[in-house]
């Protein structure tokens, strides 16, 4: 899951015309030496690391975020078939059954992810080529996972295929946040160094951006579009919940695993005192873009 935003504009209408292409480029991958395959490949190997311990670290933040997502589904979700795109955990899947799905399916790369859901029934499946008839779901909801996709336009001419409403979310464009910073530096002081796929996806897509959004999801066939930034409170704010959050995330997760417990304790130690003296950084509250279509 991409963290990058800004807490810039308000709501964006749909715009068909003059879309530039998103996803990842030649550019951005040329230098890599890696395929943009082999970039994916590396995502989901670190997710399927991240997941025995995302539940403590990351999960409490996404769960909140989820819940925000759901409730801006621009259809009702009671009564509804819902299918949760890059579920991971499975925390959109469980906040939609909380909001009275009839069923849910959740469709993600990482197995490991999947496994430690419960937001419905499993699916291993590739964004770009879903493994659904069309018009399998009254509604796709798609929490951060859409600047993972490849190329965003055929993801979402996908989802329009297979779903007849969206509901996603994104982290807003330049967002971020004391701890970030505090516990990356924090980890490369014991020597961590991120993996090429967060090297690539790190510096944020326009993916993100809500007039983008906007428009390629008009381009997709949705016609009733929106998008725009909200705040989300997640109810995170001690510098151990704060590090716990960063130390869960994928792009740390093979670190963390690769060291031995007693330096583990370390890390931990180490990014706990770093937030606590980052100035301010105060409850976690996260500027959310959220893009809701039929």
């Known amino acids: 899951m991409g963290d990058e935003g800004d807490s810039g504009s308000g709501p964006a209408e749909l715009t068909a015309a003059g879309l530039p292409a998103t996803g990842l480029s030649g550019n951005e991958l040329s230098g890599t030496g890696l395929s943009a395959a082999e970039l994916t490949a590396g995502l989901r ?6 997941a025995d311990d995302w539940a403590d670290g990351p999960g409490p933040v996404y769960d909140r975020l989820a819940a925000a997502l759901v409730a801006a589904a621009p259809v009702p979700v009671a009564g509804r078939l819902v299918l949760d795109l890059g579920a991971g955990a499975g925390v959109a899947g469980r906040a939609a059954l909380a909001a009275g799905a009839r069923r849910v399916a959740g469709a993600d790369l990482s197995e490991a992810m999947l496994r430690r859901g419960g ?22 909801v798609a929490a951060f996972c859409l ?9 979402l001419a996908e989802i329009r295929r297979v779903g007849a409403a969206l509901a996603a979310s994104l982290f807003a464009p330049g967002w971020t946040h004391p701890a970030k910073d505090a516990v990356d530096e924090a980890v490369r002081s014991f020597g961590y160094r991120p993996p090429v796929w967060h090297t690539v996806l790190a510096p944020g897509s326009r993916a993100s951006d809500p ?15 929106r998008a ?12 151990a919940e704060l590090a716990a959050w960063r130390l869960g ?8 695993r690769s060291l031995s ?17 980052a100035a301010g950084p105060g409850p976690l509250v996260v500027s959310m873009v959220v893009l809701t279509a039929s």
């Open 119 to 140: 937001g419905g029934s499993p699916v291993v499946a590739d964004a770009l080529a879903l493994p659904f008839r069309d018009r399998s779901f009254d509604l796709v």
């Open 261 to 277: 417990p007693p330096d583990r304790a370390a890390v931990r130690r180490a990014a706990e005192r770093a937030v606590a003296a």
């Open 211 to 225: 007039e983008i959004l906007a428009g390629h999801a008009a381009a997709a066939g949705f016609t009733n579009v």
């Open 45 to 50: 190997a670190s997710y399927d690391i991240a």
């Open 147 to 155: 600047n993972h996709l490849e190329r965003l336009e055929a993801g």
């Open 228 to 239: 725009y930034v909200t705040a989300v409170p997640t109810g995170l704010a001690t510098p």
């Open 249 to 256: 995330m994928a792009h740390l997760a093979s670190f963390m």
